[in-house]
């Protein structure tokens, strides 16, 4: 079974020019899976699906530029004129407390009913909207989770924010495609804890033997094309930089959707 990856939002730190920040839709035939929802994600999401028909959220961490959109997602499944049953959203134990935070004390019960919340548990694969969902901790400034989808032989890994750590390499071994943070380049010379750049992501690819590799998360500022050129000194196979609107298909070809 192929997966139809499409890309609604790539910006690291900020949402940059004409740009969203993390998040990315993995569809087949029958299910629809949300990776990250920052800011901007859901406005290009609902370019492809209605905010009632996907089936499930997966955050990799609660910093803003990895879930804020959660808000208007609910938002527009709360007022939808049939009464939808809660989604599920795999999220850190943090999740929570964080998005309830701005809410008023009055109305953080009701909004909670738009979602069913679960942590995911280390190592352990799970059903996840048809998905096969398998999270490891990530290596990041606060807790966080690194991503491995599987829907029939295709693989996707999503890195979310991470430096390298075992758990990336384990989960991204021989995945299909493997989406992988790049938040610096050589523009930045200074090393950045929580974060990879380029190289690393490129070396990363190359370790874990991975189909392609796919980079996200570049700082706005900073050049793609030297991001591209600096992970594919490191890794002999295909590397992309993700952009809005962008659409792979992982696995067989040609997938119906
Ligand atoms: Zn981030």
Known sequence: MSVKVTVCGTSGGYAGPGKACAGFLLSNEENTLMLDLGPGALSNMLEYLDADALEALALTHMHYDHYVDIFGLCTARRFWETSLAPFPVLAPAVARDIIGSPLAESSREEFFKCMELTV???????????FEVTALPSAH??????????AGEST??????????????????????????????SEVPARHKGHLSATEAGRIAAEA???????THLWPTLSGEKAVQEAGKQYNGPVELA???????VGPYPCAV
Do not use: H
């Not at 995911?120 to 048809?130: H, N, V």
């Not at 890195?159 to 380049?185: M, P, Q, V, W, Y």
């Not at 952009?243 to 298909?249: K, S």
């Open 120 to 130: 995911p548990e280390p190592g352990r694969a799970i059903e996840l909207a048809g």
């Open 243 to 249: 952009f809005e609107g962008l659409t792979l298909f």
């Open 141 to 150: 400034v606060i807790d966080g989770f690194i991503y491995r989808i599987k």
């Open 209 to 215: 033997e991975v189909g392609s590799l796919l980079l």
């Open 156 to 185: 996707v890994c999503y890195s979310g924010d991470t430096e390298k750590c075992d758990a990336l390499i384990e989960l991204a071994r021989g995945a299909d495609l493997f989406i992988c943070e790049s938040t610096f380049t």
